[in-house]
């Protein structure tokens, strides 16, 4: 599976993005999508997570009532909605991509097969 983000940007503090990714290659109904970040010096953290094959969402504590996660499965893209945004949530956002279905480990960067390139969210004061 290939993961193509996109939509990152400069913000001012509570504007919005919507960041996109997009799957080629091996795609089917059984995958879950997630979204982490990574602020410089820091690990990679989780935001959120989607199954194809459908189930509630998973969202980060900090990012719940603020973030959305969506799906289009037709063309196996997956949008990070990121409304109220703040200084904090500046950091390079990725994709990526595990088979299966949602579950509690999907918080773990380690649980996911598949990386996209990450994108660039900065988030001005």
């Known amino acids: 599976v290939q993961l193509q983000a996109s939509g990152g940007g400069l913000v001012q503090a509570g504007g919005s993005l919507r960041l996109s990714c997009a799957a080629s290659?091996?795609?089917?109904?059984?995958?879950?999508m997630g979204w982490f970040r990574q602020a410089p010096g820091k690990r990679r953290e989780f935001r959120a997570a989607i199954s194809w094959g459908g189930g509630t969402p998973y969202y980060a504590d900090a990012v719940k009532g603020r973030f959305t996660i969506s799906k289009d499965i037709a063309n196996h893209t997956v949008w990070l909605q990121m409304n109220s945004l703040k200084p904090e949530d500046t950091a390079v956002y990725f994709c990526?991509?595990?088979?299966?279905?949602?579950?509690?480990?999907?918080?773990?960067?380690?649980?996911?097969?598949?990386w996209g390139q990450g994108t660039q969210v900065t988030v001005s004061s």
């Open positions: 990526a991509a595990t088979p299966g279905t949602l579950r509690p480990m999907i918080i773990y960067e380690s649980e996911y097969e598949y």
């Open positions: 290659g091996r795609t089917s109904i059984s995958y879950v």
